[in-house]
């Protein structure tokens, strides 16, 4: 009735771009574990995941679009549940006390996320006394958005072709699709951080290949999520030489075909 596959997780894709280490820099795997193993998705929760706007999603497939939406999603519970804690905190110590245990990074993000939950805490409490569902989208893009970039177009793009609906609703969540796009390089700001991406524009020639138009393009990126697929974990033949055969690339393991032979059907026979 059921058949698990268990041949180990697969390695995430490491997209070969200058800076692609540099702090707010990870793979988009890590995040959606983190999201829901910390349970930092709720309102209580004491998890330190953080997300920045501009963010930034590399990646064409459904693990892109879960991520994208996931984070549009996260953001607004991020800073609100920051704001609260910190105008109670100041509330008890005061404002010399509070900021005197950051630094100046650590003041300017905190000064970023506070007001960003306290105009969501504004448009919540609009919309409860207009009767109405609150405008998070608005005030989201206004901060950058959440951007998903592919090196294709939308109808190359994995997600499209296994369940187009996701991209429509993610666009209605308000997700930023970035077609023909491929990074290069990542931009660090004075501290040491993500704070933009340079992307190199792909055209398909007549062949319809894929390739660089030569033309580059910097999205501003506080966050930058990297889905872009995974490859079969071959560690174990690196760290045991011999114990299996690789295919002729040397990427993979060489497959195997299992067949029946005289002598097992004999056996069956007998």
């Given at each position: 009735?059921?058949?698990?596959?268990?041949?180990?997780?697969?390695k995430?894709?490491?997209?070969?771009?200058?800076?692609?280490?540099?702090?707010?820099?990870?793979?988009?795997?890590?995040?959606?574990?983190?999201?829901?193993?910390?349970?930092?998705?709720?309102?209580?929760?004491?998890?330190?995941?953080?997300?920045?706007?501009?963010?930034?999603?590399i990646?064409?497939?459904?693990?892109?679009?879960?991520t994208?939406?996931?984070?549009?999603?996260y953001?607004?519970?991020?800073?609100?549940?920051?704001?609260r804690?910190?105008?109670?905190?100041?509330?008890?110590?005061?404002?010399?006390?509070?900021?005197?245990?950051?630094?100046?990074?650590?003041?300017?993000?905190?000064?970023?996320?506070?007001?960003?939950?306290?105009?969501?805490?504004?448009?919540?409490?609009?919309?409860?006394?207009?009767?109405?569902?609150?405008?998070?989208?608005d005030?989201?893009?206004?901060?950058?958005?959440?951007?998903?970039?592919?090196?294709?177009?939308?109808?190359?793009?994995?997600?499209?072709?296994?369940?187009?609906?996701e991209?429509?609703?993610?666009?209605?969540?308000?997700?930023?699709?970035?077609?023909?796009?491929?990074?290069?390089?990542?931009?660090?700001?004075?501290?040491?951080?993500?704070?933009?991406?340079?992307?190199?524009?792909?055209?398909?020639?007549?062949?319809?290949?894929?390739?660089?138009?030569?033309?580059?393009?910097?999205?501003?990126?506080r966050?930058?999520?990297?889905?872009?697929?995974?490859?079969?974990?071959?560690?174990?033949?690196?760290?045991?030489?011999?114990?299996?055969?690789?295919?002729?690339?040397?990427?993979?393991?060489?497959?195997?075909?299992?067949?029946?032979?005289?002598?097992?059907?004999?056996?069956?026979?007998?």
């Amino acid at each position: 009735d059921h058949i698990a596959i268990a041949t180990g997780a697969g390695k995430p894709t490491m997209v070969p771009m200058k800076n692609n280490l540099l702090r707010g820099i990870r793979q988009a795997s890590d995040f959606l574990m983190a999201l829901q193993l910390t349970g930092a998705f709720k309102r209580d929760a004491l998890a330190n995941l953080e997300v920045r706007l501009p963010a930034v999603v590399i990646g064409g497939g459904l693990t892109g679009i879960d991520t994208a939406t996931e984070v549009m999603a996260y953001y607004p519970i991020q800073v609100e549940r920051l704001a609260r804690r910190v105008d109670t905190l100041i509330g008890e110590l005061g404002e010399a006390q509070f900021w005197s245990g950051f630094n100046e990074e650590e003041r300017e993000t905190l000064h970023e996320m506070i007001g960003h939950g306290h105009a969501l805490q504004q448009e919540r409490e609009a919309a409860a006394q207009e009767g109405r569902d609150p405008n998070f989208i608005d005030l989201i893009r206004s901060w950058g958005g959440v951007s998903l970039v592919y090196r294709k177009s939308i109808s190359d793009a994995p997600a499209y072709r296994l369940n187009h609906e996701e991209i429509a609703e993610a666009l209605e969540e308000g997700i930023y699709f970035i077609e023909n796009m491929s990074p290069t390089a990542a931009v660090a700001d004075r501290h040491g951080a993500v704070e933009a991406m340079v992307f190199e524009q792909q055209g398909a020639d007549e062949n319809g290949k894929w390739r660089s138009t030569g033309k580059q393009f910097t999205i501003p990126a506080r966050t930058v999520l990297i889905a872009a697929g995974t490859a079969p974990n071959t560690i174990i033949e690196r760290e045991n030489p011999g114990a299996f055969q690789y295919d002729e690339w040397r990427q993979y393991f060489a497959p195997h075909r299992a067949e029946a032979v005289a002598q097992a059907k004999e056996a069956e026979t007998v």
